[in-house]
């Protein structure tokens, strides 16, 4: 069966590789011919061109340091080991930056079946067109199911509008699952659809299977430590930072790009580090503290403790789902947790593995009857 997937543009993050990566590999490992859908941006969009244009005359009348989009040949530099992992582990369709490059893909290749899924496909605010991610671009009826959908909060952020024609469309879905708890009420309530919660691509996979792709590239992690991986640095994260890694006698250590600044205060960036070495990141490590879902999601599989600070932008109620799958909420902490608590406390991973294998083979069931 050729499959057709279709989730987020994949760029910078790793997470969102990740679960790209490990949805395909699945497909892939049940015996069908899988291609993930290219879809990026429309670089050519008029307000991203008057917002480059008006941000250095901004920064002249305010003067203030800021740091300046990146210009496409930036943003290739900074991608570019990341993007070596891409080539080698996912295969794409071609580049589709706009709808009608979409319509036009699938009008002129023939797939058995499209799935939605997973990351937050469905949140408005990350997606290029939020109709594009409940297939209103196809002209034939073509069986279309979900995988791990998600919402990325607990509550509806779609326009009345966008109800109404999501409602519409998300009706003909074959099958539909969602990643979080509170996306089977947001989907009930709002859409009018049964859905159910299936894992993250990311945790259909096992450890050995990251291992793997580390003995490939021979990539190991900075050494051990407490390894950040914080997407939207904080003061109030940074104290949590200094409180553990004093808690624990440990030096801290990051897997991230560095923005440089030179003396006419412009930023000079610098190449993300290989998706290797930042899987490697979490197999080394003695101590995950996070504010990315996938942060969570790699300190189980490596079996770290950790702790995660919920990043409310991005969406909280994806942490508060994950960890109640597991009987880990507590891990969940803010600048009034007492952390050492927490610290001391030991996860009980013979408890975590037995829930993980229930939730996997859910999970696996799920694609195999509706595939």
Not at 127 to 134: A, D, E, K, R, W
Not at 202 to 213: A, P, Q, V
Request: net charge neutral.
């Amino acid at each position: 069966m050729k499959i057709a997937i279709l989730t987020q543009p994949l760029r910078s993050n790793y997470g969102g590789i990740m679960q790209a990566y490990a949805l395909q590999k699945v497909l892939s490992d049940f015996g069908h011919d899988v291609v993930t859908i290219d879809r990026q941006y429309d670089r050519k969009k008029r307000i991203a061109r008057l917002r480059d244009l008006l941000k250095p005359i901004i920064h002249v009348i305010t003067g203030r340091v800021a740091r300046r989009r990146l210009s496409h040949r930036e943003q290739e530099y900074v991608s570019s080991n990341i993007k070596l992992f891409i080539e080698r582990h996912v295969a794409r369709s071609e580049c589709i930056n706009t709808e009608a490059q979409l319509a036009a893909h699938f009008e002129s290749i023939y797939y058995d079946k499209v799935v939605v899924g997973s990351d937050q496909v469905w949140r408005p605010c990350y997606s290029p067109n939020i109709y594009n991610y409940f297939v209103d671009f196809l002209e034939t009826e073509l069986p279309v199911i979900s995988y791990a959908a998600s919402f990325g909060v607990d509550h509806w952020e779609y326009s009345e509008r966008q109800t109404q024609k999501c409602r519409s469309l998300v009706a003909k879905f074959a099958a539909i699952s969602v990643r979080e708890e509170s996306a089977v009420s947001l989907c009930k309530d709002n859409l009018g659809v049964k859905a159910v919660v299936v894992l993250d691509p990311t945790l259909l996979l096992s450890r050995e299977n990251y291992e793997s792709l580390l003995e490939v590239q021979d990539t190991p992690g900075r050494g051990k430590g407490v390894f950040l991986y914080i997407l939207d640095p904080t003061a109030e994260k940074n104290e949590i930072v200094s409180s553990v890694s004093s808690s624990l006698g440990l030096e801290t250590f990051e897997c991230g790009p560095q923005h440089l600044v030179d003396t006419r205060s412009r930023y000079q960036p610098d190449k993300y580090p290989s998706v290797e070495r930042w899987i490697g990141s979490f197999r080394d490590a003695d101590f995950v503290v996070t504010d990315s879902f996938h942060g969570c999601v790699f300190s189980l599989i490596f079996r770290k403790p950790f702790v995660v600070v919920a990043n409310h932008d991005r969406g909280a109620a994806r942490f508060n789902s994950l960890l109640k799958l597991f009987n880990l909420t507590s891990r969940l902490v803010d600048i009034d947790t007492n952390l050492n608590n927490v610290i001391i406390e030991d996860i009980n991973w013979g408890d975590v593995e037995l829930r993980w294998a229930e939730l996997r083979e859910h999970s696996l069931r799920y694609i195999a009857d509706n595939i």
